[in-house]
C-alpha cells in the first residue's frame, strides 16, 4: 500500500522543523522520486474513483509532479495556478494566499482560457496545512465558475486545522494519503 | 516522431509575443499535455541513448513536469533548481541567473545535500533562450564538483544564442527537441 510506502519514507527522510515545519525535502519538493509519485497518482485515482472530473489543477511548483503523473495516468490537462503574474498573461484570475512555510502573501493566478464554468476540477498539491493555497483555489474556480469535485493532497498536517478551512469553503471531497497528526518535540506523529 | 507532433502543436497552440517570447501555455508551462511530456520524456532518452547518468536537473517551475516524466521513465531522481532560498535549507550551492520573458534576476538554489561530486547530471528544461538559466546550472555544478553529461530542451529558440553560450561554457551535449530560428512579424519558423 502507498500509505505504508509514504509513511515509512516520511519517517525516514522527513525532518520536523521548529514551528510546525514538516521538510520533505528528500522526496517530494527540491529532490523528487518520480515512481514515488506514480504509486502517489495511483492511489489518488483509487481515492477518487467515483468522480468525473476533466481536468486536474495545481500550484506551482511542488505539485506539479504528483499533478503530472495523475494526469498522465488519467489522461486529462492539467494546469498549475501561478503565484506571480507572468507579464504575457492578460485574461486571468487572482486570488491572494499565503505561504507558511515562506511567511509571505502571494497572489495565485489562472488564465481565463483555462479554467471555466465547464470544468470539473481536482486539486492535487504536497501539503494541506491550513488551507491558505487550497483557499485560493476555491476563490480562483468561484471566478470561473468551475466545479471543484475534490481535492488531494499528499500529506496532511491535520494539527494545523487546514481541512476544516476547506470543508467550511464547501469542499466535499478531500483526501490525504498521509495524516500526520503532531510535529511536537521534533518527533513526527503518522496517524 | 515526437517532432512532428511538437512542431503542429507549436504551430496550432503557440503564439509570438513581441520582444522574441514564444508562449506555449496551452500545453507546456501554464497547462500542460502530460502525454505529450511522456512522449517528449521518450524522446530525450532516445537522444541521450549513450550517455551514463544517474540524476535529473531541472528548475522550478515549467521544466519539472518534462524532468519528472523522464525521471519515471528512466528511475532517476530528479532535483529541482529553486528560483528563491527556502527558510528550511541551510547548506545551499547558489549561482545568478536571470529570467528573459519576466526580465528578473533571480538566485537559483541547490541543496549541497542533493548535488554532489558523484553526480552526472542530465539537465532538463523547457526552453533554451540566451543561455542564462543553463548557466546557472552549470555554476551550481561547478559548485558542487558534479559532471553535466547533456542538457536536453523542448524548445530552442535558436535565434537567441542560447546554444553557443553553453557550448562555450563547456557543455558538450545539448538536444532541443524543436528549434525555432524567427518569430520574426509575428510568425514562427521552425527548423
Redesign the interface.
Known sequence: MVFEILKDRILKDGKC?DGG?L?V??FIN??????L??QISIEFIRRFADLKVNKIITV??SG??PA??L??QM??????A?K?Q????ADMYVADANSF???TDYKMV??K??LTKEDHVLFIDDFLAYGSTGKGVIELCRQAGATIEGMGFIIEKSFQNGRHVLEQAGVKRIESLAVIESLDNGRILIR
Open positions: 522543523i515545519v521538510k525535502d528528500r527540491h529532490q523528487m522520486d518520480p515512481y509519485m506514480k506551482e511548483a506539479i509532479a503530472v503523473m494526469g498522465y489522461e486529462l490537462p492539467v494546469v498549475f501561478k506571480h507572468p507579464s504575457t498573461m512555510t515562506k511567511k489562472i488564465s482560457e483555462f
